[in-house]
């Protein structure tokens, strides 16, 4: 499974920037799908998921009211609308599929990344 994401860039502080994470080689339908961000210096933290068909939803405290997670099933795409930008959303932001199989009483937990996409919020 590869992840290819796509449109970070710079906005100024107070401006709007959607991301996108194209998703193949797997069936896009049976992964979960999340979006995961790290700044300079810090830990990466997960920012927002969403379930396999798109009913269900959450954030991190911090982008909550923001930010809006969404996935196209029929492109097997992943986006993420990010509102009201402020500097401390300063990040590279990372797409994330997970997946877990339970057959025959064995358990089996899948997990694929993608290269990351720059966003930059100047002041």
């Known amino acids: 499974v590869q992840l290819q994401a796509s449109g970070g860039g710079l906005v100024q502080a107070g401006g709007s920037l959607r991301i996108s994470c194209v998703v193949s080689?797997?069936?896009?339908?049976?992964?979960?799908m999340a979006w995961f961000r790290q700044a300079p210096g810090k830990e990466r933290e997960s920012i927002a998921m969403i379930n396999w068909s798109g009913t269900s939803t959450s954030y991190a405290g911090s982008v909550k009211g923001r930010f809006t997670i969404s996935r196209d099933n029929s492109k097997n795409t992943l986006y993420l609308q990010m509102n009201s930008l402020n500097p401390e959303d300063t990040a590279v932001y990372y797409c994330n599929a997970h997946r877990i199989t339970i057959a025959a009483g064995t358990r089996r937990e899948y997990d694929y990344w993608g290269q990351g996409t720059q966003v930059t919020v100047s002041s």
């Open positions: 080689g797997g069936d896009f339908r049976s992964y979960g």
